[in-house]
């Protein structure tokens, strides 16, 4: 996402996804199966895009803002 904040806004439309693209091997990556709870400590260091993959295929991706998100859900149940 950075990349793509760094690119001026009249010029975006020459830029290609590939070039802002975040890199694979900056991805955190996750089983299916994994706990969520395993992706709190694995996001951290700059790493804010979870991918879970199974087989080589991409299944889905888990930011850090939804963690955020999902995190914030429980302690207001947790409150009321």
Do not use: K, M
């Not at 070039?19 to 199966?33: G, T």
């Not at 395993?38 to 080589?56: F, K, P, Q």
């Amino acid at each position: 996402a950075a990349a793509l904040y760094a690119v001026p806004a009249d010029r975006r439309h020459i830029v290609r996804a590939g070039d802002v693209a975040i890199p694979v091997s900056a991805l955190v990556l996750l089983a299916p199966d994994q706990p969520v709870t395993d992706l709190a400590g694995r996001l951290a260091n700059g790493r804010t895009v979870a991918a879970v993959v199974e087989g080589g295929q991409l299944l889905g991706l888990i930011t850090a803002a939804d963690l955020a998100r999902a995190t914030s859900r429980e302690r207001a149940r947790a409150v009321a």
